[in-house]
């Protein structure tokens, strides 16, 4: 019943930013930790970004000084503000919600978003 869409992927030159959003269909202050994890083709899906509820923020440290993680609580929206955009960054990027207890976790559709050289 819990859906998560992301938007806000597209074509982006390495260099340029993005932001991305993830809409819940509920208040993602009843979720323990709101993320965005990313996936190449042929890769791993991998953590990029957690913002847990009241907590600090945790970044991977491919993302750690160029992208932010952020919540809207009023819209149901978190955010991933990605700067200094690499192609290395190119993946399918998921968002996610998981409560602790009891234990849950929801996942998006993905937004792709692909860096050019």
């Known amino acids: 019943q819990v859906q998560l869409v992301e938007s806000g992927g597209g074509l982006v030159q390495a260099g340029g930013s993005l932001r991305l959003s993830c809409a819940a269909s509920?208040?993602?202050?009843?979720?323990?930790?709101m993320g965005w994890y990313r996936q190449a083709p042929g890769k791993q899906r991998e953590l990029v970004a957690q913002?847990?509820?009241?907590?600090?923020?945790n970044y991977a440290d491919s993302a750690k000084g160029r992208f932010t993680i952020s919540r809207d609580n009023a819209k149901n929206t978190v955010y991933l503000q990605m700067n200094s955009l690499k192609p290395e960054d190119t993946a399918v990027y998921y968002c996610?919600?998981?409560?602790?207890?009891?234990?849950?976790?929801?996942w998006g559709q993905g937004t792709q978003v692909t860096v050019s050289s």
């Open positions: 996610n919600g998981r409560i602790v207890y009891p234990v849950n976790e929801y």
């Open positions: 509920r208040s993602i202050f009843s979720f323990d930790v």
């Open positions: 913002i847990p509820r009241g907590g600090s923020t």
